[in-house]
């Protein structure tokens, strides 16, 4: 891109240059041959030119598009559910219309908003599943079911 810049620059000083200097070429054929080497330098800089046209639409393109990334990881905030497990979650404010739901914090991370399905409910604790990592995480404290019964001795 810069070297594109720069080239089209020093074809365009160079043809300027030639211009100025045509008016003292005397002799046809040698103001001829100056005036097709101008015309060189001319479309050497249009060519220039047309590449860094092409190349600022492909970065404007590309700029959008991580601006419109960056937008939608901002609907989100990390919530921690309970002893440390934690998901993305919508904001509110930033809902426009979409149902209350949490994205997955690993496929977040990687760049990916991947909304988190609920599987079951087990030992107080939410299980929900990822269909892109194919990771299931539970969420919240959970709470063992008291199994020992040894300290039952009066029945
Ligand atoms: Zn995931």
Same mark, same amino acid.
């Given at each position: 891109?810069?070297? @594109?810049?720069?080239?089209? =620059?020093?074809?365009? &000083?160079?043809?300027?240059?030639?211009?100025?200097? /045509? #008016? %003292?070429?005397?002799?046809?054929?040698?103001?001829?041959?100056?005036?097709?080497?101008?015309?060189?330098?001319?479309?050497?800089?249009?060519?220039?030119?047309?590449?860094?046209?092409?190349?600022?639409?492909?970065? @404007?393109?590309?700029?959008? =598009?991580?601006?419109? &990334?960056?937008?939608?990881?901002?609907?989100?905030? /990390? #919530? %921690?559910?309970?002893?440390?497990?934690?998901?993305?979650?919508?904001?509110?404010?930033?809902?426009?219309?979409?149902?209350?739901?949490?994205?997955?914090?690993?496929?977040?991370?990687?760049?990916?908003?991947?909304?988190?399905?609920?599987?079951?409910?087990?030992?107080?604790?939410?299980?929900?599943?990822?269909?892109?990592?194919?990771?299931?995480?539970?969420?919240?404290?959970?709470?063992?079911?008291?199994?020992?019964?040894?300290?039952?001795?009066?029945?």
């Amino acid at each position: 891109m810069i070297s @594109e810049a720069m080239a089209g =620059a020093s074809a365009l &000083k160079t043809a300027f240059d030639m211009a100025k200097a /045509l #008016k %003292d070429i005397n002799d046809a054929a040698t103001r001829n041959a100056a005036v097709i080497e101008l015309q060189e330098k001319i479309l050497s800089a249009q060519q220039a030119q047309f590449e860094m046209s092409k190349r600022v639409d492909e970065l @404007e393109k590309e700029l959008a =598009a991580i601006k419109s &990334k960056a937008d939608e990881r901002n609907r989100y905030q /990390l #919530k %921690d559910y309970g002893a440390g497990t934690f998901a993305y979650e919508l904001k509110p404010a930033e809902s426009r219309g979409e149902p209350h739901h949490r994205a997955c914090a690993k496929c977040f991370n990687e760049g990916k908003i991947s909304i988190l399905q609920f599987s079951h409910k087990t030992e107080g604790q939410d299980w929900f599943d990822c269909r892109r990592c194919d990771h299931n995480q539970a969420f919240g404290v959970r709470v063992r079911r008291d199994t020992d019964y040894s300290h039952h001795s009066d029945f």
